[in-house]
């Protein structure tokens, strides 16, 4: 019987690291969807199985929350588990753990749905394998960061960048990948800011699919001096409405 | 003691798959650059000793020519290995292998030379251990795609995409990491064009260094129906002069 609790093993590869030394947190972000993702596999509910009867799994939301970045070739553990079950939803946890001195560098949580991959529809999750998932939830694990919230804003934000959406950010599903989000919000600021002010804690919340082509337009809002909350919206055309895409906040360190 | 060629072993990881499910050029480049890391770190002339003596490798030019691209979730490995050693540039190549099926995806050249990281002029390769690295040169691995040209262009190009460079553009040098390149470059094409002509070989010259803020320009030339060069100007300040930072060439299957 396998564990409640997957371990992965994964290296802080230095080009991989930013101007500090440290590694990026879109990387970091990667390295935990993809421990997501061998756990489910190796317990018989992740996209290999998923993707044989037409449904995958789709994260709703993500909060990394990290004491410290791992310099530039840290080997580091990312253990990924189940923190609870619902028919619709599943949240999983994260816990980052420099393999060679013990150190924890951080947590992570986030929120995932299962859709029907025709119908784009949400279905239920404990129909896998008659509920298999919810035999592998582990309540007792500690995960000592704040609940990943849905990131609230009060205004819309002030526009304070466009991009275009180019071959390079897009996914196997051929929608904007979940960690150039959260790139293109990090590339809002400059290294000055991340000279003073590493990053605290990252928080997405998926909305929409955005595609190849969209021009994605970047809101911003201070909600003190060292945290800020990130609109993306996208425009299909140049004269589409826009359509709100993710909602991100990011807390700096003082 | 260690073999001449160094053998790495890496996954083709699902975020790092394009739209037709096989990983980016790009990443597979990140992979290369890894593997000649570690071959040189594990042979005592890599990063962790050159950085002691104010030493660094700058990589000069890398081609990639290849008959596949790895799938999602297939294991690969990176041979790598010293071509030739000369006073102040060395070639090292590399061959993709598939873990479980043993097919060759593809190979890879590069030319690399060291500088002196205060002075960043060119410093004798061979003076590194008394030629240390002259022992583990390889002769007899076949490496049998063209090589590494230095991307001739007949005349400027014509202009197609200005970008800024941002926070997740930059290494650890603080320069635009040269991977970021093989991105903004292989942008210039849709998903269209990549569903009928996926990328056969891939070349780069690395001319100078560009930096975070630095407003890219490319401009593109077109050699034949699938083959096209790319050249990469920088603008310091947006009154500065352009200043060629590379030049690329992308050959598309048919």
Known sequence: MLSKVGSYQFLAEPFHCDFSNRLFMGHLGNHLLNAADFHANDRRFGMHYLNSI????????????????????????????????????????????????????????????????????????????????????????????????????????EFVRAIQTNYSDVDMNEHINSIKYIEHVLDLWNLDWYTKHPIHRFEIAYVAESHCGDTLLFYSEKVDEFTFCVRIMKKETPNADEVEVCRSQVTFKH
């Open 54 to 157: 037409k449904k995958t799994w789709v994260i709703s939301r993500l909060a990394i929350e990290m004491d410290e970045m791992p310099l530039s070739y840290a080997r580091f553990t990312v253990e990924t588990w189940i923190e609870n079950a619902m028919r619709f939803f599943t949240a999983r946890n994260f816990q980052v753990t420099d393999v060679d001195t013990g150190k924890i560098y951080g947590y992570g949580r986030s929120i995932w749905a299962m859709i029907d991959t025709e119908t784009r529809q949400p279905t239920n999750i404990l129909e896998i394998h008659d509920g298999l998932l919810s035999t592998f939830v582990e309540k007792d694990k500690p995960c000592p960061i704040d609940n990943v919230s849905r990131v609230k804003m009060t205004e819309k934000g």
